[in-house]
C-alpha cells in the first residue's frame, strides 16, 4: 500500500521527473514508471475514486516532460549538426551503426517517425536531434513529437490498468521480501549494463584492426596507382555534411555483391564512414577481405580526422555520384556548421586528378 500512497500523493511530479529525465538521456525507467503509474491509479479507483481523470492527467505531465527534454537534444541538432548525434551515440550501449540506420529511417518516412520512435530503443534516441539537424521546422517537430510521446505514455499506463491485478501481487511479493527485492533488481540492471557492454566490446573485437591513418592515406593519393576511396555515409549524412574526401566513390554496405562484381580483388580500397570506431568501414572491408580483397582497410577518423589533419574537402557539387542529391547538397552547402579549410601549397595532388585535394 505504500507504493499506492506515493504514486497518490506525488505520482504528477514522478511521471513528469521520469519522463523527462528519459528524455534527456537519463537511464531512468520511463516506461515501467508509467506501468506502475497506470496499475496504482487503477487499484486506488477501485477505493472510489475515478480512473479517467488521474489518467488524463498523468498523460498530460508524460508528454509535457518528454517534448521539453526532446527539445533540448532537437535545438542541440539544429545548432551543431552531426556532432549531436556522434555524442549520443557515443554515449549510448547500443551498436555504433544506431546512428546510420536512424538515419536511413528517418530519411524514408520524414518526421513521422517520431510518431513510433519512444517504442525502439536506439530510435527514440537518435530520432530527435536528427530532426533538429535536418531542419524540420520547430511547430511540426512538437506535433509529431507530442504525438508519438502521447501514444508511447497511454500504452504503459494502459498496461498497468490491464495488469492492476497482477502487479499488485507482484508488489506484495516486493514489499514481503524488502531488500532482498531491492538487491535481486540492483544485479538484475547490473547484469543488463555488463551484457550489453559486453556485446559492445565483443563487436568491436570481430571488426578488422588494420587502419589507415589519414597521413597514410594523403601519402598514397600522390602516388599511383590511386587507391579506390569508398565513401559509405548515408544519403541523409552526406546532407547534413555535404562534402567528401576528393576522389572518393559513394558506395552502400547493403549492395557488397555488387561491389565485389565491378572492382578488382588486388587494387588498394580505402573505406570510411561518419560512425563512431568506424564500425560500418571496417565491417564492411573485413566482408570485402572475406570475399577474396586483399587489401581493403577502414580509414580512422573517417572525414571528421581529414579535416582536422587539415586537408582540403571537396563539395559533393564536384563530386556528384548521387544525382539526385544535386539540389538539396547545394542548398545545405552553404548552411554546413563545420569549417572547411581552403587550399594552399603543393598542387601533387591536382596533378594526379584531384582538384582540391591540397593541404592547407
Known amino acids: 500500500m505504500l507504493l499506492h500512497d506515493l504514486v497518490d500523493r506525488f505520482g504528477p ?85 544506431c546512428v546510420k540506420k536512424t538515419e536511413r529511417f528517418f530519411g524514408r518516412w520524414g518526421v513521422r ?31 509529431h513529437d507530442g504525438a508519438g510521446i502521447a501514444l508511447w505514455a497511454a500504452v504503459g499506463l494502459a498496461l498497468g490498468v490491464v495488469f492492476a491485478a497482477e502487479l499488485e501481487m507482484l508488489f506484495a511479493l516486493i514489499a514481503r521480501l524488502g531488500r532482498q527485492a531491492i538487491m535481486v533488481v540492483a544485479v538484475l540492471l547490473a547484469a543488463y549494463i555488463a551484457y550489453r557492454w559486453w556485446r559492445r566490446r565483443a563487436l568491436m573485437a570481430t571488426l578488422e584492426k588494420a587502419r589507415l591513418t589519414v597521413e597514410e592515406l594523403y601519402a598514397l593519393m600522390e602516388d599511383k596507382p590511386l587507391p579506390t576511396i569508398f565513401d559509405i555515409r548515408s544519403r541523409e549524412k552526406r546532407m547534413l555534411d555535404p562534402f567528401t574526401i576528393p576522389g572518393s566513390v559513394f558506395a552502400d554496405e547493403r549492395e557488397l555483391q555488387k561491389i565485389i562484381l565491378e572492382y578488382d580483388p588486388a587494387q588498394k580500397i580505402v573505406i570510411y564512414c561518419s560512425c563512431p570506431n568506424e564500425v560500418s568501414a571496417a565491417w564492411m572491408a573485413k566482408t570485402l577481405r572475406n570475399a577474396g580483397f586483399r587489401d581493403v582497410v577502414p580509414l580512422t577518423g573517417g572525414l571528421d580526422a581529414w579535416r582536422l589533419a587539415g586537408f582540403e574537402v571537396a563539395p559533393l557539387t564536384e563530386f556528384g555520384g548521387d544525382p539526385v542529391m544535386t539540389a538539396e547538397v547545394s542548398e545545405m552547402a552553404a548552411m554546413c556548421p563545420w569549417p572547411v579549410k581552403a587550399s594552399s601549397g603543393s598542387a601533387s595532388l591536382q596533378e594526379a586528378g584531384f582538384p582540391h585535394g591540397d593541404r592547407a
Open 13 to 97: 511530479a514522478i511521471v513528469f521527473v521520469n519522463v523527462l529525465g528519459a528524455a534527456l538521456g537519463l537511464p531512468v525507467p520511463a516506461l515501467p514508471t508509467l506501468i506502475v503509474v497506470g496499475a496504482s491509479v487503477e487499484v486506488m479507483s477501485l477505493r472510489g475514486t475515478g480512473v479517467m481523470l488521474p489518467l488524463l492527467g498523468m498523460l498530460c505531465l508524460a508528454v509535457a516532460g518528454g517534448v521539453l527534454g526532446d527539445l533540448v537534444w532537437f535545438q542541440g541538432g539544429r545548432r551543431y549538426g552531426d556532432r549531436t548525434l556522434k555524442t549520443i551515440c557515443k554515449l549510448s550501449l547500443s551498436r555504433d551503426t
Open 113 to 143: 517517425v517520431l510518431l513510433v520512435a519512444k517504442f525502439i530503443p536506439g530510435l527514440s534516441l537518435v530520432s530527435v536531434p536528427l530532426a533538429g539537424a535536418m531542419g524540420v521546422r520547430l511547430r511540426s517537430f512538437i506535433a
